[in-house]
């Protein structure tokens, strides 16, 4: 999930959350004919006051938390519309994701390790290394319903860091299962995984190899490992969500939105060079929260999002 300034390029994005119903139906119609947006919605500037947004995320109540990077500081958007600042000193969070507990998981890359961060801000380390190596950056996640987390490691340079160059060999895709503190390796074979969602039954995963511009789509086993690779769009994403109608949406330049069997089903453009993440959230999830660059924006939706 997620964009990133890295090496001086600009990456795609896009993230996912919201909730219960979810349903696998087929669209009716052509699907260049559906349309995931309310009847006239455009996407409405909340603020442009950051750096570089990323990481939204949902809580029960419908609320959104999201990430400036580069400032290391974490945000709130509430239900209501109101926007405060949350939390200051992050550890320079990217990716987020709400466990069943109402903690905040986040991706947490000045070094390189997953926190849990409770709603009175106290921070719990999930995770620090692999096999004795730093991480190249955990970047985007998504929980499963055991409480395991599947997350993506790509590797981007950052100028807070003092090493040049990553610790382990690859960009890969993990997976923490809930109580450990060393995670496994679920795919090693990607050029540099990024946005990463899975289904609510959890049977399957998306993960968008952001450089090979490609998502794919995997079956997900009963101990967490992942199997039947298959090439879902030859599209990469930053971030992704899902919507109740089994949609997957992919962000970039604007957020493009495809069909549970891969069908471009829209296009929405967002005033902005690039999007980092989205999710859903709201009172009844019916709103699409985008992440994008200096600014967020929200546009109202014919779906809702799912947990």
């Not at 500037?45 to 959104?64: L, M, R, W, Y």
């Not at 709130?76 to 109402?102: A, C, E, P, Q, V």
């Not at 990553?166 to 995984?193: C, M, R, S, T």
């Not at 490992?225 to 971030?239: C, E, K």
Request: with cysteine.
């Amino acid at each position: 999930m997620i964009f990133s300034r890295k090496a001086g390029l600009f990456f795609t994005v896009l993230i996912l959350c919201a909730p219960k119903s979810f349903s696998y139906g087929l669209h009716s119609g052509r699907a260049d004919s559906v349309k995931v947006t309310a009847v006239g919605a455009t996407p409405k500037q909340i603020s442009n006051q950051f750096k570089f947004t990323e990481g939204p995320a949902v809580n029960k109540k419908g609320d959104i938390y999201f990430t400036d990077q580069p400032n290391d500081k974490i945000w709130k958007y509430d239900t209501d519309g109101n926007l405060t600042l949350f939390m200051d000193k992050t550890g320079r969070s990217n990716g987020l994701y709400f466990d069943k507990k109402g903690n905040m998981i986040s991706c947490a890359d000045e070094k390189d390790e997953l926190w849990s961060i409770s709603p009175k801000k106290k921070v719990t380390v999930l995770m620090t290394d692999f096999e004795g190596k730093r991480y190249n950056g955990p970047n985007d996640l998504w929980i499963d319903a055991k409480g395991g987390i599947y997350f993506t490691d790509p590797y981007y340079q950052r100028d807070y860091w003092e090493r040049k160059k990553p610790d382990l060999e690859g960009q890969k895709v993990y997976y923490l299962p809930k109580g450990k503190k060393e995670a496994v390796v679920v795919d090693g074979d990607l050029k540099q995984p990024n946005g990463i969602v899975g289904t609510p039954n959890g049977k399957f995963l998306y993960v968008a190899d952001i450089r090979d511009n490609k998502t794919y789509k995997y079956q997900i086993n009963e101990d967490g490992s992942l199997t039947n690779r298959q090439l879902f769009v030859s599209q990469g994403s930053d971030g992704m969500t899902l919507d109740n109608q089994g949609n997957v949406y992919l962000s970039g330049r604007g957020v493009t939105v495809y069909s549970p069997t891969g069908e471009k089903l829209q296009v929405i453009p967002v005033p902005s060079r690039w999007v980092g993440n989205i999710c859903f959230g709201g009172k009844k999830r019916s709103t699409l929260f985008i992440t994008a660059s200096e600014s967020v924006y929200t546009i109202e939706m014919q779906v809702k999002g799912v947990e």
